[in-house]
T-cell receptor, first 112, second 115 residues
Framework: SQKIEQNSEALNIQEGKTATLTCNYT??????LQWYRQDPGRGPVFLLL?????KEKRKERLKVTFDTTLKQSLFHITASQPADSATYLC???????????FGGGTRVLVKP | GAVVSQHPSWVICKSGTSVKIECRSL??????MFWYRQFPKQSLMLMAT?????????EQGVEKDKFLINHASLTLSTLTVTSAHPEDSSFYIC???????????FGPGTRLTVL
């Protein structure tokens, strides 16, 4: 069966350090992989999209890598700030259709 | 741009009643809208996909007669939870898409509590 796994344990990190989150998937051939931020009681907010033929994408302090051989994406928040504290979700999208399948999310807590 | 709203943001109802949740794309036309459900500390689970003017496509295990979806215009989709029961209590989130796979915009969610 198809699985998308993110570390369910919360990631506690000191302000200024780099937070690295992992998204692993099995039995899936996504065309796109997306990362979202979700704050408590709110809907997800789109952060970054990376395509299957791309290795890396950056946006300000965020960096995403996509390894289709390892079936893994890494999400990095550099120079982390307390305002980055949230749950981060990865989501996969197949080439046919535009249905997103979400991972369970990883909660990040940046301590000042 | 690309704002999606939901109404209400929260609702409490008695068991057996029906509840309607609205999802609107405020500044763009959404050819496709999606409805998700999220239980506490779990991820978003897709319930159904709706295209304007056609019947919704439901995911496996989602009862179409219980969760009625109407997508009557390019800016509005509604989800009606019929005969709601406490197990339907959840966070319901919609998203809207212009059709491009890398553009899907999420609403703020609706918290449903069924007593």
């Amino acid at each position: 069966s198809q699985k998308i796994e993110q570390n369910s344990e919360a990631l506690n990190i000191q302000e200024g350090k780099t937070a690295t989150l992992t998204c692993n998937y099995t039995n899936y051939s996504p065309a796109y992989l997306q990362w979202y931020r979700q704050d408590p009681g709110r809907g997800p907010v789109f952060l970054l999209l990376i395509r299957e033929n791309e290795k890396e994408k950056r946006k300000e302090r965020l960096k995403v890598t996509f390894d289709t051989t390892l079936k893994q994406s890494l999400f990095h928040i550099t120079a982390s700030q307390p305002a980055d504290s949230a749950t981060y979700l990865c989501a996969l999208l197949k080439a046919a259709g535009n249905k997103l399948t979400f991972g369970g999310g990883t909660r990040v807590l940046v301590k000042p | 741009g690309a704002v999606v709203s939901q109404h209400p943001s929260w609702v409490i109802c008695k068991s057996g009643t029906s509840v309607k949740i609205e999802c609107r794309s405020l500044d763009f036309q959404a050819t496709t809208m999606f409805w998700y459900r999220q239980f506490p500390k779990q991820s978003l689970m897709l319930m159904a996909t709706s295209n304007e003017g056609s019947k919704a496509t439901y995911e496996q295990g989602v009862e179409k007669d219980k969760f009625l979806i109407n997508h009557a215009s390019l800016t509005l989709s509604t989800l009606t939870v019929t005969s709601a029961h406490p197990e339907d209590s959840s966070f319901y989130i919609c998203s809207a898409s212009t059709g491009s796979p890398d553009e899907q915009f999420f609403g703020p969610g609706t918290r449903l509590t069924v007593l």
